[in-house]
């Protein structure tokens, strides 16, 4: 079976309800961050980035918070679907002008029918 | 966005052996990252790979161990010599785009790793 993600935190969703994957950063000077999603035996997929100017940035189905007094970053997905189960990460950078990413340690969702 | 393919998608190799990881953009593109990934594990940069230069490392990984290629704007590949059953792990490499009308920021893509396994 597949390895990545065997010892994340995981969030257990039903199917339909909104789910909210959170993620610390520690380094104030980053300004911009990107949500990943790796499903099982695939490379990380991008999903929606933001720039450290803004608080909140929406896609289709998924929004980023970003709250840069605290240091905190949120990926919420509204009506969650099974496609969605994956583990998923954050990713920053600590210079607008460096493309070193440094990612977190991820979350692995689950979402039962 | 760019389409990256990897290969060998998946190996299993003896201690002590060498493993070269290939892969291929199908546009041209500046930057290439070598990225493994460990049982359970979250991403951590090996290198850079930029065309015409040297790679340049991240701390804790050195040349001798994890030589790259990059020949041209579209390949690049990844060695993991005198392979140890630690460096069992998936390696992802990864390009990156500028995402025109959408932001002004690079962005980076990634292919569908390697899985290696070194007994």
């Known amino acids: 079976g597949e390895s990545v993600g065997l010892h994340l935190p995981t969030l257990s969703v039903q199917e339909g309800d909104n789910s909210i994957i959170n993620c610390a950063y520690s380094?104030?000077?980053?300004?911009?961050f990107i949500w990943y999603k790796q499903e099982s035996g695939k490379g990380p997929q991008f999903i929606i980035d933001?720039?450290?100017?803004?608080d909140k940035r929406q896609g289709q189905r998924v929004t980023v918070l970003l709250n840069k007094t605290v240091k905190h970053l949120s990926l919420q997905i509204a009506a969650t679907q099974p496609g969605d189960s994956a583990v998923y990460f954050c990713?920053?950078?600590?210079?607008?002008?460096?493309?070193?990413?440094?990612f977190g340690t991820g979350t692995r969702l689950q979402v039962f029918p | 966005s760019a389409v990256i393919s990897q290969k060998p998608s998946r190996d299993i190799c003896q201690r002590g052996t060498s493993l070269t990881i290939q892969c291929q953009v199908d546009?041209?593109?500046?930057?290439m990252f070598w990225y493994r990934q460990q049982p359970g594990q979250s991403l951590t940069l090996i290198a850079t790979?930029?065309?015409?230069?040297?790679?340049?490392?991240e701390s804790g990984f050195v040349i001798d161990k994890f030589p790259i290629s990059r020949p041209n704007l579209t390949f690049s590949t990844l060695t993991v010599s005198n392979m140890s059953p630690e460096d069992s792990s998936i390696y992802l490499c990864?390009?990156?785009?500028?995402?025109?009308?959408?932001?002004?920021?690079?962005?980076?893509?990634f292919g569908p790793g390697t899985r290696l396994t070194v007994l």
């Open positions: 990864s390009v990156e785009e500028r995402r025109p009308g959408v932001s002004p920021r690079n962005t980076q893509y």
């Open positions: 380094n104030s000077a980053s300004d911009y």
């Open positions: 933001i720039r450290s100017n803004m």
């Open positions: 990713a920053e950078t600590l210079s607008y002008n460096t493309d070193k990413l440094i």
């Open positions: 546009s041209q593109v500046t930057m």
């Open positions: 790979a930029n065309q015409g230069s040297e790679a340049t490392y």
